[in-house]
């Protein structure tokens, strides 16, 4: 069956450009850990309000340190994505495919005998499903009495 077996290969080669860009959200998670972390360490430096309790106030000061710590990650992010945009490398990249393909074109193959269906079989498909609205389109109004 493989005596007609042609391989086709296509190459094409092109200039691309390559750097090596930041994971935003790696600096962004990085600066929400950063940010709880000086919070915390700046709430404890003070002493705490008895109405309160240290934690409560920590809790509280740590939605503006982990939102500042997201805002700095950002920005942080930002400057270096524009730092390895200057640094991109020029390379030639080539592009290919391998294939096979059996027969000339315009031919349809035949399928062999094991693969051709044969008369009168039918598949599970084919067989009607109990309940099914197709089988009975008024509704199971027939089965009513």
């Known amino acids: 069956m493989r005596e007609n077996v042609r391989v086709d290969e296509t190459h ?5 450009r390559v750097r ?7 600096f962004i998670g990085l600066g929400a850990i950063l940010g709880i972390v000086v919070t ?4 404890t430096s003070f002493p705490a309000d008895p109405n309160v309790g240290m934690w ?3 809790a509280y000061m740590s ?3 982990v939102t500042g710590g997201i805002v700095l990650g950002a920005i942080a992010a930002l400057i270096a994505d524009r730092v390895s945009r200057r ?10 495919r391998v294939g096979e393909r059996s027969e000339p074109a315009g031919e349809t193959p035949v399928p062999e005998a ?5 008369a009168g079989a039918t598949s599970p498909a084919d067989e009607p499903v109990p309940g099914d609205p197709a089988e009975n389109p008024g509704g ?3 089965d009513r009495t």
């Open 12 to 16: 094409e080669t092109r200039p691309a």
């Open 20 to 26: 090596r860009a930041p994971r935003i959200g790696v």
């Open 40 to 43: 915390i360490a700046v709430t």
């Open 56 to 58: 409560a106030t920590v």
């Open 63 to 65: 939605l503006y340190g």
């Open 87 to 96: 640094r991109m490398q020029p390379v030639t990249v080539e592009r290919g």
């Open 114 to 118: 094991s693969e051709a269906p044969t």
């Open 140 to 142: 199971g109004a027939a």
